[in-house]
């Protein structure tokens, strides 16, 4: 039995495992994009320097039904979720116990403004951690199809709107290098081009009643920097993670300033650009 499991835990195996894919043998031939291919990220190409994601590919035992296109149910004995292959390599810091490093905070009775909903794991984790109520923002179709289903147990506890957030109210274009459905959806400026529903910042926080706000939007946390100080001050508890580290300045500055101090956080979160900021009472 060790024997068998040092095979089926090999690097080999799991490589074998990944050539019976559909359309996965071209990428272990030569570096090649083919876009919207769910492959392309678990594979070594040599501009990225990548490595094959072998934990991504030891959850295929946990993939039980399919749902339509590339969408299935997934069970990981306690967690069943819906979501593609792309999901669940986003689902890794969830199932991993990561966010307990991540989010760290008191939820219990909490109202949480969750940016960044992805397929409903941070919800999920904040609702499993006693919130009273999460208000989620999502604008991608796949995303928002999926976290409704993933969080059907917690739907009286949860509000989601199918929008993004920047700055401004309407409709916005998101240009990214990374396609919708993706854990870094809506960051650089390539080809993946989708129209959504923009809330702003502003417009959000003016009417909020949350206690702690989590921000993972791929950059777009940078329109935090425009929003008036005193509507900052409307909920006393930030956790964002930040993309680029003169961003990262600017907005440590721009809470300072604000009167919110940041907190220090574990090593695991530092190095995931995970900034926790806390209203100093007067």
């Known amino acids: 039995m060790i024997f068998f499991d040092k095979i ?13 894919f559909s359309y996965a043998k071209k990428y272990l031939l030569k570096d090649s994009r083919v876009p919207h291919d769910l492959y392309k990220m678990h594979v070594p190409a040599k501009h990225k320097q ?27 004995g306690a967690e069943s979720w819906l979501g593609n292959l792309n999901h669940v390599q986003g ?22 403004l ?11 984790y904040f609702c499993k ?11 991608v179709d796949t995303n928002l199809l999926c976290m409704k289903h993933n969080l059907k147990q917690y739907q009286n506890h949860v509000e989601i709107h199918p929008k993004a957030v920047g700055n401004k109210d309407g409709d ?3 240009a990214s290098d990374h396609p919708p459905g993706d854990t870094g959806f809506g960051y650089g400026h390539g080809d993946y081009i989708i129209k959504v529903q923009s809330q702003s910042f502003t417009s959000i926080l003016t ?20 929003v008036p100080n005193e509507l900052l001050r409307r909920i006393p ?31 695991a979160a530092e190095k995931q650009a995970i900034d926790h900021y806390y209203l100093v009472q007067n």
């Open 8 to 20: 089926t835990n090999s690097f080999l195996f799991n490589l074998f495992k990944l050539a019976r």
């Open 50 to 76: 990548g490595t094959l994601s072998i934990w991504v590919l030891k959850q295929i035992k946990h993939r039980k039904k399919k749902c339509q296109d590339d969408l299935y149910f997934w069970d990981f």
């Open 91 to 112: 689902l890794y810091e969830y199932l991993s116990g990561a966010f307990d490093d991540f989010y760290k905070y008191e939820y219990q009775g909490k109202t949480v």
């Open 114 to 124: 969750d940016v960044g909903g992805y397929i409903g794991d941070s919800a999920r």
């Open 129 to 139: 951690k006693g919130a009273r109520k999460v208000v989620v923002y999502e604008p």
């Open 172 to 174: 916005i274009t998101i």
């Open 207 to 226: 009417h909020t009643e949350a206690d702690v706000a989590k921000i993972d939007c791929e950059g777009y946390e940078r329109y935090l920097l425009d």
């Open 237 to 267: 508890y930030w956790i964002i993670e930040i993309h680029g580290e003169e961003l990262r300045k600017q907005l440590q500055a721009k809470f300072t300033e604000a009167q919110f101090k940041k907190k220090k956080m574990s090593d």
